[in-house]
């Protein structure tokens, strides 16, 4: 028996779980095969690099992503930790600086005696040995993508999923955009880019006929429909970009007064301020392409592009055939999964996962058996949907009050106020969530 847990991946999930295992004194050894092999969408070999948005969504009061992240944090989650450190300008939302969010990750890694890192590929993994958390997130890489569709006895589920442009601030045309966040929540932190029909039709033609990217590996593509391309969505009709990624709804240009027909926010890419990504504009355009039409954006007429918006596999298990309510296999109770790869969508849930897959592996490394955390609770609620959905139709899932179970207290008493039933449902998740801490907290002191 290994004295010391494997952890495969350095990604969100990767590195949760192993700074949960060596807060309960158990041994962690965390594989990342960067810089010894990269991916076609990540850029450094840093640990928790984030490769899509730099947002951790909703920091406002009684929201879903607000309750998991709160429940993360009286867990001790190092990376929300992290993240909470390298906050930039979002409103109501939790985002981070990129380079200084991970920064902080690996050193806090690199520092703690009980997580040996070892920078290599693992490309297959043995059941039958000791602990092992896999957490190699969506791209996943072929060698070890095959070792777990053997070890898993099914192929894998898969979707493609997108990553938005960045532009450098002093490209952008000041004088054409004003700063607000949506209803006034939080402070004025977006760059709205305002559009006027003319405008708007004239963008819109321009990206229907833009060129996406052509080959046999973008056949068939399977998108998440949480994150569509801007380009599929305006496949669907005319307005639906308006009602999407564009909507002008509660950002009141301040200028004139009234509410534009359509607005693109860019959102600080770091603490410098020194560039913006485009929020929600994920698209798979050649890059030329990509030039052109977004600059016919107000404001970005003569954008310079850090980055450009790209599309990558991302590849996920069949969690309900798969996975306990502990995250193990059913097949395999020594390899747990966690992260994206196990069926949770965005990087608070990917956290999450790994966040509950490490304290789950501890308390296997100790002798003990794993208690999944309450079904009242958002980490309980997400486990639970991914472990039991229908696996003939699974999708990956963010957090959302509709994976939470309904709340008697609401319902004995009718209330009506949508504010104050989602706060009564928040502050039962956090009660059942203390009463879940307390009694694993419990079984470490009595180790």
């Excluded at 532009?167 to 955009?177: A, G, K």
């Excluded at 994150?227 to 564009?246: V, W, Y």
């Excluded at 404001?299 to 798969?322: C, D, M, V």
């Excluded at 008493?413 to 907290?441: G, N, P, T, Y």
């Amino acid at each position: 028996m290994k004295t010391a847990a494997t952890i495969i991946g350095g990604g969100l999930a990767g590195c949760e779980a192993a700074w949960q295992c060596a807060r309960r004194g158990v041994s962690a050894t965390l594989s990342e095969m960067r810089p010894v092999r990269s991916t076609p969408a990540h850029r450094t070999a840093h640990f928790g690099e984030l490769v899509c948005s730099n947002s951790l969504k909703s920091e406002s009061e009684s929201t879903a992503p607000w309750l998991l992240k709160q429940e993360m944090r009286r867990a001790g989650s190092l990376l929300l930790q992290c993240a909470d450190a390298s906050a930039v300008p979002a409103g109501h939302a939790l985002a981070v600086d990129r380079q200084e969010f991970s920064r902080r990750i690996t050193e806090a890694i690199a520092a703690e005696p009980l997580i040996e890192v070892r920078r290599e590929e693992v490309t297959s993994i043995d059941e039958s040995r000791g602990i092992t958390i896999v957490a190699t997130g969506p791209l996943t890489s072929d060698a070890l993508s095959r070792d777990i569709a053997r070890l898993t006895g099914s192929a894998h589920l898969y979707f493609y999923d997108s990553i938005s442009p960045v532009v450098e601030t002093d490209s952008i045309d000041h004088s054409r955009v004003y700063l607000a966040a949506r209803y006034d929540k939080g402070t004025a932190d977006y760059i709205n880019c305002p559009f006027t029909k003319e405008e708007y039709d004239r963008f819109y033609d321009a990206l229907l006929a833009a060129q996406s990217v052509e080959g046999p590996e973008w056949e068939n593509l399977n998108y998440f429909e949480g994150c569509l391309p801007i380009e599929e969505i305006a496949r669907r009709g005319r307005d639906t970009l308006r009602f999407g990624p564009m909507k002008p709804v509660g950002l009141r240009d301040p200028r004139t007064g009234k509410i534009p027909y359509a607005v693109v926010q860019l959102r600080s890419e770091n603490l410098r301020a020194d560039s913006y990504n485009l929020v929600g504009f994920q698209n798979h355009l050649k890059f030329g392409e990509q030039a052109r039409v977004l600059r016919l954006i107000p404001g970005l007429e003569n954008a310079k592009f850090l980055r450009y918006g790209q599309i990558h596999r991302n590849t996920y298990l069949n969690a309900p055939s798969i996975l306990r309510e502990t995250l193990q296999m059913k097949a395999h109770p020594n390899v747990l999964f966690a992260g994206q790869i196990c069926g949770v969508e965005g990087y608070t849930e990917s956290i999450a996962a790994g966040l509950l897959a490490g304290i789950h592996a501890a308390a296997l490394m100790r002798g003990d058996q794993p208690t999944p955390p309450p079904r009242e609770t958002a980490l309980g609620s997400l486990i639970h949907y991914i472990c039991n959905a229908d696996s003939r139709n699974f999708q990956p899932a963010n957090i959302s009050f509709d994976l939470l179970p309904r709340c008697d207290d609401v319902t004995r008493h009718h209330i009506r106020d949508k504010k104050e039933r989602r706060r009564r449902q928040c502050q039962l998740a956090l009660d059942s969530f203390d009463a879940w801490w307390f009694q694993v907290s419990e079984k470490i002191l009595t180790v």
